[in-house]
């Protein structure tokens, strides 16, 4: 008998849709959201059409742009940029990702958006220690 509960692991509940149930397919696509949001931010600088407000916020962002831009030319062009060398570029690239998703949830907080904010994600420090190493 093959198996008829959510794919999310420990999850009982049976499933909606793509095997997920109700729960974890809202948070599945929460997740997708925040993702292209983050995306958007990183290549136009703005979140939902807007530019990042939280003032702090807005200064690590050009930070981490900084990064995003050098990380991007070092891939594309195989060879070092700035700090990033180019065999460190990918990780880079997936790293700039993570942290504008953690970005992405703290400017809808601050703007009084709550609902928009996907599920936990890694902690800004985290990301920022492996970016910078
Ligand atoms: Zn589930």
């Not at 929460?30 to 702090?56: H, N, V, Y």
């Not at 990064?67 to 790293?95: M, N, P, R």
């Not at 907080?109 to 609902?115: A, D, I, K, V």
Request: contains cysteine; hydrophobic residues 30%.
């Amino acid at each position: 008998m093959s198996k008829k509960t959510c794919r999310k692991r420990y999850c009982n509940e049976p499933p909606v849709k793509y095997r997920y149930c109700k729960t974890h397919y809202s948070e599945c696509l929460l997740k997708e959201k925040r993702r292209e949001r983050a995306l958007i931010l990183l290549q136009t600088g703005e979140i939902e059409g807007e530019r990042i407000s939280k003032p702090d916020l807005n200064q690590e962002f050009i930070q981490l742009n900084s990064f995003w831009s050098d990380a991007c030319i070092a891939a594309q062009t195989k060879a070092d940029v700035g700090h990033i060398t180019y065999k460190q570029a990918e990780q880079t690239l997936s790293l700039c990702k993570s942290l504008a998703e953690a970005f992405v949830d703290e400017e809808l907080m601050y703007r009084g958006h709550p609902e928009g904010k996907g599920p936990e994600g890694f902690t800004k420090d985290l990301i920022w220690k492996k970016i910078i190493n």
